[in-house]
């Protein structure tokens, strides 16, 4: 019997009604608003490690819940989570930790 190779998936997105939450294992990485599409560079969860996330695979468990970030100076939390997916791979581009020193978002 062969073992089934590691899960090397990192990145989830957990979408609120307005709000797309971009995560790195904990980490939130990027910011979307899902009606126009435009990425958030100075939104508060930025940078910020959620307290509490569902295991990979139990995803859909979440829905419902809200996810909390915290950090020195700042705690976030999110409105209910409508659904849990994967990013689409063009995303990764755009995560604040891909994103130029000095670079100015249009």
Known sequence: MSKS???R??????????????????????????ESGAWFRDHAALRLRAIQLPQMGDDPRW?????????RL????????VEVGRPE????????????SGEIAA
């Open 9 to 34: 998936r990192r990145h989830r997105v957990f979408a609120t009604k307005f709000t797309e939450y971009h995560l790195r294992e904990d980490e939130c990485v990027g910011v979307r608003d899902r």
């Open 74 to 81: 700042a705690d976030v939390v999110t409105s209910p989570v």
């Open 89 to 100: 791979r063009w995303a990764v581009g755009n995560y604040i930790s891909q994103a130029v």
């Open 5 to 7: 190779p590691k899960d």
């Open 63 to 71: 829905v419902g819940r809200r996810i909390q970030f915290w950090g």
